[in-house]
């Protein structure tokens, strides 16, 4: 896979399925567009922060869709999170999403965050 170091941060483009990844201060950073329009590293930091300061929200709601799914899943079962910004350019909009966990089969969450604050939850599998 292609990879390009911009500012310190490396980006990866995954041909088979057409999409960018990096890691940025911990937080993995994902889009499907096939022009990647990266963030400022103050806009990174901002986005870091809002996430970190909303994930006791998102925990509780994980814990809680997690419960009425039943069939045994859990929080903290090796899940994963990353972040979208496929449409943060355009309108500052953010998709936290939460999957993976080894109880979770195809389970997963999708957060979105605007404003500073969650305004939707898509759970899918």
Known sequence: ???IT???IELT???DHEWWEFTYRGAEFRSFNLTLSLPTKAELDSIVSTVASLEPEI???LAKGL???GD????????TCSISLDEFARDRT?????SNGASWGDL???FTIKDNAITDEGWFD
């Open 1 to 3: 896979n292609p990879k």
């Open 6 to 8: 911009f500012d310190g």
């Open 13 to 15: 483009f995954h041909r």
């Open 59 to 61: 925990r509780k709601r």
């Open 67 to 69: 419960a009425e799914w």
């Open 72 to 79: 045994g899943c859990k929080l903290d079962d090796g899940e």
């Open 108 to 110: 997963g969450v999708d």
């Open 94 to 98: 953010l998709i936290v999403s939460w």
